[in-house]
Nanobody, 123 residues
Framework: QVQLLESGGGSVEVGGSLRLSCAAS????????MGWFRQAPGKEREAVAT???????IYADSVRGRFTISQEVAKNTVYLQMHMLKPEDTAMYYC?????????????????WGQGTQVSVSS
């Protein structure tokens, strides 16, 4: 049974930084596509950044240049370093994983999801 455990959320002021972590346990595939998604109240879930085992990174336009996704493949762990946070970054952040490491997947297509970690940015 695959479990994704997120950590690192919290409350910061505008311009601050946070680092999210997502550790996958029980994942038996040799490769993965993992990503971070977020959902603000009253809004749809949106992709923030994804990374696959070979290292392909994709970012949403709204976070490119401020957020960096990285990974420790041997630990099945991905990170999201967030800098220059804005109030519009406030959301529940979810980690997702899927064995189709070669694919470009929408949120609905990811197989495994974490419970989420809250990020709040105050002005």
């Amino acid at each position: 049974q695959v479990q994704l455990l997120e950590s690192g959320g919290g409350s910061v002021e505008v311009g601050g930084s946070l680092r999210l972590s997502c550790a996958a346990s029980g994942y038996s595939h040799s490769r993965y596509l993992m990503g971070w998604f977020r959902q603000a109240p009253g809004k749809e879930r949106e992709a923030v950044a994804t990374i696959n085992t070979p290292g392909r990174q994709i970012y949403a336009d709204s976070v490119r240049g401020r957020f960096t996704i990285s990974q420790e493949v041997a630990k099945n762990t991905v990170y999201l370093q967030m800098h220059m946070l804005k109030p519009e970054d406030t959301a529940m952040y979810y980690c997702a994983a899927d064995p189709r490491w070669y694919a470009l997947l929408t949120a609905n297509e990811f197989q495994y999801w974490g419970q989420g970690t809250q990020v709040s940015v105050s002005s």
